[in-house]
């Protein structure tokens, strides 16, 4: 594994662990979690890779916000293991995540909507200028490089003083994930960031996930949405009731089938003579139980 240094535009000095070639820069293995005698997850084997976009799907309650809060260091795995560049890791805070490049968005978004948009693109990691006691922010260069990152990204403001609240949802979305990328992630968890957007926004927000894949970031892309997920999906994973029923990449799965997995197709299928007999209920697009047993893909390991 090698190391690089490189000194950021913001003036810090950020370390770069490359992973070796084809190797996943994180990777759940067997790894689950208990809270007492609930087990919110199971069995769970998940890999990210640089420049790969890996969609978790799942209806409510199963199991992806437990996912997300290991990931991002809120909560500790109770089995399997999590490997950060191929080293078992147990992180305590988000800030040890971050360390490790791992950054996350979350629906909520995490800014102060009366401040304007470069302020809470440094929010909390301030540029500050003169000498001690009498350091100053330096606003200016904060104006400039925020403005300088989020064309990068292809986000052009016409005024970066408006505040944050002002703009749509999925132009703060888009201000998030520029900021993740500016400073150092390189691992990216969007949990459900498409949501509570509209098709017009959402597409937005595909085009910026997008966007950070072609950057080289590992993105991770929670979502309920299968035909958002398909949109900018690499490798697919479904999860049901804490347990994996889905990982597939993309070649190895259809629209169609990763929509039957997301919407209980395999529940369906299984009470489709009994929904036969009640009145008013087509069952004659459901599939076949039989057509949606397919075994989880998992790579073998070493594989890229």
């Known amino acids: 594994m090698t190391t690089t240094h490189e000194t950021g535009s913001h003036g810090t000095v950020l370390q770069d662990e490359a992973p070796k070639d084809g190797a996943p820069v994180v990777a759940l293995r067997n790894a689950g979690k208990s809270y007492g005698n609930i087990r919110a997850l199971h069995g769970v084997d998940l890999k990210v890779f640089p420049s790969q976009v890996t969609c978790v799907l799942g209806d409510n309650g199963a199991g992806k916000s437990t996912l997300i809060k290991i ?46 948009v470069w302020r809470n693109f440094f929010l909390g990691s301030e540029m500050t200028k003169g000498p001690w006691p009498l350091r100053r922010l330096d606003i200016e260069k904060m ?36 900021r993740a990328v500016y400073f150092g992630a390189r691992v990216l968890i ?97 599939p076949e139980e039989k057509d949606l047993t397919a075994p989880v893909v998992t790579a073998p390991e070493g594989s890229g």
């Open 71 to 116: 990931i991002s260091g809120l909560h500790q795995h109770t089995e399997g293991e999590f490997l950060v560049d191929g080293e078992p890791v147990r992180f305590s805070t988000p800030r040890e995540a971050l360390d490790k490049g791992i950054a996350t968005v979350y629906q909520d978004l995490a800014v102060v909507p009366l401040m304007p």
């Open 190 to 286: 969007l949990d459900e960031p498409t949501a509570a957007l509209g098709v017009k926004q959402s597409g937005v927000v595909l085009k910026y996930i997008a966007a950070a894949r072609e950057k080289g970031l590992g993105v991770i892309f929670i979502t309920h949405n299968p035909h958002h997920a398909y949109m900018v999906g690499d490798h697919f994973s479904v999860l049901r009731l804490g347990t994996m029923e889905l990982n597939a990449s993309r070649d190895e799965v259809s629209l169609e089938e990763l929509t039957n997995h997301m919407a209980g197709g395999t529940e369906l299928a299984a009470l489709k003579h009994e929904l036969s007999q009640v009145r008013g209920v087509d069952v004659e697009e459901l």
């Open 143 to 178: 104006k400039k490089t925020a403005d300088e990152e989020l064309r990068n990204m292809g986000i052009v403001l016409d005024d970066l003083e408006q505040p944050i609240g002002t703009l749509s949802g999925g132009q703060r979305q888009c201000v998030a994930i520029a």
